[in-house]
């Protein structure tokens, strides 16, 4: 059986790609798909902890947290489309109307 | 054996979630995700969580990705400004304090790192089967469970609100 460790070794480094991802790129699609990426890097934390301890409470709440990426991919796409709608652009520097 | 399975899993996770951050263009990047989330349904799998990896497979590889395939092809993204000028030393920045965050996470749980920190006697544990799952799920957490559908109703709500064209 593979340790534990592993497990949150390998979430750690999905998520801190998924960080650098929101960092580093401009595109509001891709940065979404990058937060996606940190989710699914929690998921597996919790995936190995609920292993860890013999309790499904981890797995119930990767289902909530499925459930909460779902709707939030869903609203956050809709926005998306009436940025695309207004703006005509994919680059989240270009949106700046609120920066002070 | 499982050591193998896992490491297969493992790099061709970090691997497509790499390509996920490098890719210029939207749709490699999605398509890249989708064998991310593949390969992490199959490290579900291997946790025992046989339910949480097939849900996975169908809602986030399926449903969530095709959801965002759908919008890159609606508002066609074109080929990203890469960030120049001021922001440019945050893409400098980022690898050595990525790395960093990773040991800073790994700090976090140092009782899982010592040595022998694998699963105790894994005879008791409970299986993630759809049986077991679905007991816990609508008893103990009914109500977690009835709240998370007016939460999809309102996330259907808003999204068509927002879609929708004004005129």
Redesign the interface.
């Known amino acids: 059986m593979v340790p534990t460790a592993h497990y949150l070794v390998l979430s750690a480094i999905l998520f801190a790609i998924g960080v650098v991802g929101v960092l580093t790129r401009r595109n509001v699609i891709a940065m979404f798909m990058c937060i996606e990426l940190m989710l699914n890097a929690v998921n597996l934390a919790f995936l190995a902890f609920s292993r860890h301890l013999h309790q499904l409470d981890g797995q119930i709440f990767v289902f909530f947290v499925m459930t909460v990426a779902a709707a939030e991919a869903a609203v956050g796409l809709a926005l998306i489309v009436v940025l695309s709608r207004q703006k005509q652009t994919m680059d989240v520097d270009q949106v700046n109307e609120m920066k002070g | 054996m499982?050591?193998v399975v896992?490491y297969l899993f493992?790099a061709v996770?970090?691997a497509t979630?790499?390509l996920?951050?490098v890719?210029k263009k939207?749709v490699y990047?999605?398509l890249a995700?989708i064998v991310?989330?593949g390969a992490?349904a199959g490290?579900?799998f291997?946790?025992?969580?046989q339910?949480?990896a097939a849900?996975?497979v169908i809602?986030?590889a399926g449903?969530?990705m095709v959801?965002?395939i759908f919008?890159?092809m609606?508002?066609d993204?074109?080929a990203?400004?890469?960030?120049g000028g001021s922001?440019r030393h945050?893409?400098f920045w980022?690898?050595p304090l990525?790395?960093m965050?990773?040991f800073l996470?790994?700090q976090a749980?140092p009782d899982?790192?010592g040595s022998g920190?694998?699963?105790?006697a894994?005879s008791?544990?409970?299986e993630?089967s759809v049986e077991?799952?679905a007991r816990?799920?609508f008893t103990q957490?009914v109500v977690?469970f009835e709240v998370?559908s007016i939460?999809?109703l309102?996330?259907?709500l808003?999204?068509?609100v927002?879609?929708k064209r004004s005129d």
């Open positions: 499982e050591y896992f493992a996770s970090v979630a790499v996920v951050v890719q939207a990047s999605a995700l991310c989330f992490m490290l579900f291997q946790l025992g969580s339910f949480i849900i996975q809602v986030y449903a969530i959801l965002f919008v890159i609606l508002v993204p074109e990203e400004s890469y960030p922001l945050i893409s980022a690898i990525a790395v965050l990773v996470l790994i749980f899982f790192l920190a694998g699963s105790r894994a008791a544990q409970p993630g077991n799952i816990a799920l957490y977690p998370t939460l999809i309102v996330a259907i808003g999204a068509i927002l879609a």
